[in-house]
């Protein structure tokens, strides 16, 4: 059974960092095609795809946030972590981390975690 | 990028058939996806790489297309399909369109 969750700060200031963290049980991300991924949706809107990291260590990155992004993975811990520098009000929503498959799709999600980014 | 660009809204009533589109600014391939998502939930994987089931989805769901444009059927449509549906693309840069919400009268 494939489950994932995230954590994060919940709420952060303009210009910090945002760090998160995706921990994941029922596959490995040492296993070849595997891959996990981060997008985002602010409320009410449409999603967003923000990064993935493959289990070779191959990273794709949204080119639009590429400067600000980082995506790595703790292979032994289930872990996957995504950091966004330099927050702002826009950078505030849900973000999902997410299982992708070798097409690109999505076939597990995260039940998703909330960031606000606040003055 | 690549925008998809999808009907924000319809509505139909249970038992009916209903398409929802997804036109792509261009070529895709097949590489189309399609997720379901109720209200205060994540997405759910309903359809991959433009026509095929995602296991444990109902054979009531079903899509089509290629190139720039794609269609995701529920036929018949049931109550809990009440949702918003959106197509995400994977031959580029991936995109999610914008979704179209699904109502029952």
């Known amino acids: 059974q494939v489950t994932l969750k995230e954590s994060g700060p919940g709420i952060l200031q303009p210009s910090q960092t945002l760090s998160l963290t995706c921990t994941f049980s029922g596959f490995s991300l040492s296993t070849y095609g595997m891959g996990v991924g981060w997008i985002r949706q602010p409320s009410g809107k449409g999603l967003e795809w923000l990064a993935n990291?493959?289990?070779?260590?191959?990273?794709y990155y949204n080119p639009s946030l590429k400067n600000r992004l980082t995506i790595s993975k703790d292979t032994s811990n289930n872990q996957a972590f995504l950091k966004i520098t330099n927050v702002d009000t826009a950078d505030t929503a849900t973000y999902y981390c997410a299982r992708i498959d070798p097409l690109l799709s999505v076939d597990y999600w995260g039940q998703g975690v909330m960031v606000t980014v606040s003055s | 990028d690549t925008v998809l660009t999808q009907s924000p809204a319809l509505a139909v009533s249970p038992g009916e058939r209903v398409t929802i589109s997804c036109r792509a600014s261009e070529s895709v391939s097949t590489r189309m996806h399609w997720y379901q998502q109720k209200p205060g939930q994540q997405p759910k994987l309903l359809i991959y790489g433009a026509s095929n089931l995602e296991s444990g989805v109902p054979a009531r769901f079903s899509g089509s297309g290629s190139g720039t444009d794609f269609t995701l059927t529920i036929d018949p449509v049931e109550a809990n399909d009440t949702a918003t549906y959106f197509c995400q693309q994977s031959w580029n840069d991936p995109t999610f369109g914008g979704g179209t919400k699904l109502e029952l009268k």
């Open positions: 990291i493959w289990w070779d260590d191959d990273k």
